[in-house]
């Protein structure tokens, strides 16, 4: 069955960096499409940063330039290295996934994939 499992959460000042980690099970690099959803406390789930099997990608506009998604196939892992972080951005941080790229991947909001992870917290303090 598919797996995803996040790493990398921490607390950090406004203005630091953080990579989270996950890595995932039961399905190819070459068979999911994949990305970043986050929820804050009392805000509904979010898409961040989508990846596609053929390598493109889509940021919420909050993020872009400031966050960017990446995959290592040979590793089965996703990444998304997030700079200048603001407190905006604390959140719980999910690694998903899904064998269709339907309007989650496009990020338009209230549409979620399939596979979620367990969730790692990112919290900025100012």
């Known amino acids: 069955q598919v797996r995803l499992v996040e790493s990398g959460g921490d607390s950090v000042q406004a203005g630091g960096s953080l990579k989270l980690s996950c890595e995932y099970s039961g399905f190819s690099s070459y068979e999911g499409y994949m990305g970043w959803f986050r929820q804050a406390p009392g805000k509904e789930r979010e898409g961040v940063a989508t990846f596609s099997i053929g390598g493109n990608t889509k940021y919420l506009d909050s993020v872009k330039g400031r966050f960017t998604v990446s995959r290592d196939r040979a590793e089965n892992t996703l990444y998304l290295q997030m700079n200048n972080l603001q407190p905006e951005d604390t959140a719980v941080y999910y690694c998903?996934?899904?064998?269709?790229?339907?309007?989650?991947?496009?990020?338009?909001?209230?549409?979620?994939?399939?596979?979620w992870g367990q969730g790692t917290q990112v919290t900025v303090s100012s």
């Open positions: 998903v996934a899904d064998i269709a790229a339907g309007s989650w991947w496009y990020l338009q909001p209230g549409q979620f994939p399939n596979y």
